[in-house]
T-cell receptor, first 107, second 113 residues
């Protein structure tokens, strides 16, 4: 069965420290993966997608098919990165979502 | 401005009183979907629609209905709300095709007492 797992419900790091938000998936085909972010009092929005291999707000995510992972990374966390982060896997028209990780950046 | 609009943003209601949460998008998207967001459970899909008059159940459809009479609108109907439907609800729309971004509504926080 297709599934997205974000093992950490909460991640707290100090400003300037590296951040890694974990995402693992199970999918029999060729996966298409996304990271979405929800800042306080704002709607969920797309952060990045693996196909475009882009860096957004300093975040990158590499698809590792061997480990079935799509971890989100940033070398130096900033306070404005505090938010809820969701990993999602596309299955046809649908998106399968992880449970989300709340990231708190401490000053 | 491209957007997905949900109404109302907040709603407190009593058990058994029928309610409708509206969702409208102005991007001519084919795909629309409703999710509920609960602490520790993330986003769970309630219903989705791939186009007008085409709807299907998601993972947690019990207690909900939807309709898609027009492309832009996808209302969520709770015929007889119960307290376990207290949640934060999101409407999403996407264009057809693969790597298309999902656009979220601003959310509706529903409390059923």
């Amino acid at each position: 069965a297709q599934r997205v797992t974000q093992p950490e419900k909460l991640l707290s790091v100090f400003k300037g420290a590296p951040v890694e938000l974990k995402c693992n998936y199970s999918y029999s085909g060729s996966p298409e993966l996304f990271w979405y972010v929800q800042y306080s009092r704002q709607r969920l929005q797309l952060l990045l997608r693996h196909i475009s291999r882009e860096s957004i707000k300093g975040f990158t995510a590499d698809l590792n098919k061997g480990e079935t992972s799509f971890h989100l990374k940033k070398p130096f966390a900033q306070e404005e990165d505090s938010a809820m982060y969701y990993c999602a896997l596309r299955r046809g028209y649908q998106l399968i979502w992880g449970a989300g990780t709340k990231l708190i950046i401490k000053p | 401005e491209a957007q997905v609009t949900q109404n109302p943003r907040y709603l407190i209601t009593v058990t058994g009183k029928k309610l409708t949460v509206t969702c409208s998008q102005n991007m001519n998207h084919e795909y629309m979907s409703w999710y509920r967001q609960d602490p520790g459970l993330g986003l769970r899909q309630i219903y989705y629609s791939m186009n007008v008059e085409v709807t299907d159940k998601g993972d947690v459809p019990e207690g909900y209905k939807v309709s898609r009479k027009e492309k832009r609108n996808f209302p969520l109907i709770l015929e007889s709300p119960s307290p376990n439907q207290t949640s934060l609800y999101f409407c999403i729309s996407r264009a057809a095709g693969g790597d298309t971004e999902a656009f979220f509504g601003q959310g509706t926080r529903l409390t059923v007492v």
